[in-house]
């Protein structure tokens, strides 16, 4: 038997065990999923899979999911095709169920990888770019505020608008006194289409108020080098899609990041809050002009 015709077998057989598992305990606001594992974090609950097309939820890209399940996310691994099971709430994308198709297939090279992104107690990657005004904004102006940054694009059709609807939760649990204190960077993962007007629109669409709020565009290779420092992924992959974790990071006063949230489910606007509360203590005072 022939290697494509093994292959097809195994795919077809595969498909069949999925569906018997499935069997019994099907939700119907899931969906079934096809793609390749290509990295895994326990500590995050996260798989990252280039999927195909998910009829009725997303198109073909490379993003993070979160995995509830600790003993279905240890039987992941790269280099897996996986049929696999996705729950959206509204709140977060889960994969609950997956059957590995075939194992040890190779990654791409450029894919994101949690063990990438960067990390906590090390200075934040500087950048310089321009934000929904057309006005420059560089990190080093940020000195002396908390900054809560995060990476999105206006096209998203997945965790984007989560993601912002959950830092706009944030900016509207902060008191006066410390709004004074954070500033909310969104950094544009399509700089090609998401011009200053995108990016203003974008933000009076998801309920960001901008006047501690900035989302940032610019050049491309200036946007994909700020990206790739944080370890997001790239810009734009040769397809047209957007390779990309769902990462939030918070950064102190001093520039140096103390707290990164990976995922949706890892995020609570709540304690973020709180979190931020407490950072602020450790801030000089601001004079009123602040």
């Not at 990390?119 to 500087?126: N, R």
């Not at 939030?248 to 707290?259: K, M, T």
Request: charged share 25%; aromatic share 6%; with cysteine.
């Amino acid at each position: 038997m022939g290697s494509r015709t093994r292959l097809r077998t195994g795919v077809a057989v595969a498909g069949l065990l999925f569906a018997a598992l499935a069997c019994g305990c099907r939700d119907d606001d899931g969906y079934d999923a096809h793609g390749v594992v290509q990295d895994v974090n326990p500590q995050y609950g996260q798989v990252v899979i280039a999927h195909e097309d998910i009829p009725g939820l997303m198109p073909a890209m490379t993003m993070s999911f979160d995995v509830p399940d600790a003993e279905l996310l240890a039987r992941l691994a790269p280099g897996q095709s996986l049929h696999f099971r996705v729950v959206f709430d509204g709140r977060s994308y889960r994969v609950v169920s997956a059957t590995v198709l075939e194992a040890g297939l190779a990654t791409a090279p450029d894919a994101p990888r949690v063990s990438e992104a960067a990390a906590e107690q090390e200075p934040a990657p500087p950048f310089e770019l321009v934000d929904q005004n057309a006005s420059t904004l560089s990190l080093e102006d940020l000195r002396g505020k908390l900054v809560l940054l995060d990476f999105i694009y206006t096209s998203c059709p997945g965790p984007c608008p989560i993601l912002t609807g959950l830092h706009v939760s944030v900016q509207r649990l902060l008191g006066p006194a410390l709004r004074r204190r954070v500033h909310f960077v969104s950094v544009s993962l399509d700089p090609v289409r998401d011009t200053p007007a995108a990016l203003r629109e974008y933000a009076r669409k998801r309920g960001a108020e901008l006047s501690n709020w900035s989302f940032l565009t610019g050049p491309p290779d200036e946007v994909d080098a700020v990206i790739r420092a944080y370890g997001i992924g790239s810009s734009r992959q040769p397809d047209g899609t957007i390779a990309h974790l769902v990462a939030s990071f918070v950064i102190d006063g001093e520039g140096r990041i103390v707290q990164r949230h990976i995922g949706l489910e890892d995020f609570d606007p709540a304690r973020v809050r709180d979190d931020l509360e407490k950072l602020a203590r450790s801030l000089p005072p601001m004079d009123e002009s602040g």
